[in-house]
Nanobody, 118 residues
């Protein structure tokens, strides 16, 4: 019954910025961690960034210093701020949530496409 809905993707020029949003149907404070994955053409899905229930964050080396994950618990929404975008950032970005309840549950959004091109 949990749903994650991404928004904010689109076409952007190299060096530009985008902010993705992930709205959850339930309280995001109930999840052990949330994050963003991406899948580029011809590549495997990879973890971009994650944030734990306690607020700790982690980033893939390829996006450190350029991307930032944040959340608004009152709005049950997680964000991904993407700056200094490169062509290699082109991918479908997926919101993800993990809960330790029921033996461990993973929830996924349907994805939003980010295209970085001049």
């Amino acid at each position: 019954q949990v749903q994650l809905v991404e928004s904010g993707g689109g076409l952007v020029q190299p060096g530009g910025s985008l902010r993705l949003s992930c709205a959850a149907s339930g309280s995001i404070s109930s999840f052990n961690r949330m994050g963003w994955y991406r899948q580029a053409p011809g590549k495997e899905r990879e973890l971009v960034t994650a944030i734990t229930r306690g607020g700790s964050t982690s980033y893939a080396d390829s996006v450190k210093g350029r991307f930032a994950i944040s959340r608004d618990n009152a709005k049950d929404t997680v964000y991904l701020q993407m700056n200094s975008l490169k062509s290699d950032d082109t991918a479908v970005y997926y919101c993800h949530a993990y809960s330790s309840r029921s033996g461990g549950m993973d929830y996924w959004g349907k994805g939003t496409l980010v295209t970085v091109s001049s």
